[in-house]
């Protein structure tokens, strides 16, 4: 009677700690989801982002719907597999840099390669 005791309570304990590390890598892999998405949000604070290109009105409004796309576009590779992720980046910043470079003057598209390009670093994306 007592080895089935301590048996039954080996066996729980074996469950309760199966049941710890389960929780403990699924809370795991939401942190790791949440931080891919996150590198991948690029919204801006357009009111900055105007006064460090110096933008016109007009300039601003085209930027801003140019941009949102481009926010779009990069959370739809942050939810992507991580194979198809890389090219859909890709394709997002040549998209975006596209547009850009009708918007904006030599000067100011100069200014946004390097806040674009600074930001990829900074979220080690460019590599």
């Not at 850009?100 to 100069?110: A, E, G, K, P, V």
């Amino acid at each position: 009677m007592k080895g089935k005791k301590i048996m039954k309570k080996i066996i729980l304990t074996f469950v309760a700690l199966m049941s710890m590390t389960t929780i403990a890598f699924a809370e795991g892999e939401d942190a790791k989801a949440t931080n891919t998405v996150a590198v991948y949000d690029m919204t801006v604070n357009y009111g900055k982002l105007a006064d460090a290109l110096g933008l016109s009105m007009d300039q601003l409004e085209s930027v801003e719907d140019v941009h949102k796309t481009f926010c779009v576009e990069m959370m739809n590779a942050a939810n992507a597999s991580k194979d198809e992720r890389k090219p859909m980046v890709d394709k997002a910043i040549e998209k975006n840099l596209k547009y850009m470079h009708y918007i904006l003057n030599t000067n100011q598209y100069r200014k946004y390669l390097l806040l674009l390009n600074t930001t990829m670093n900074n979220r080690g994306l460019n590599k």
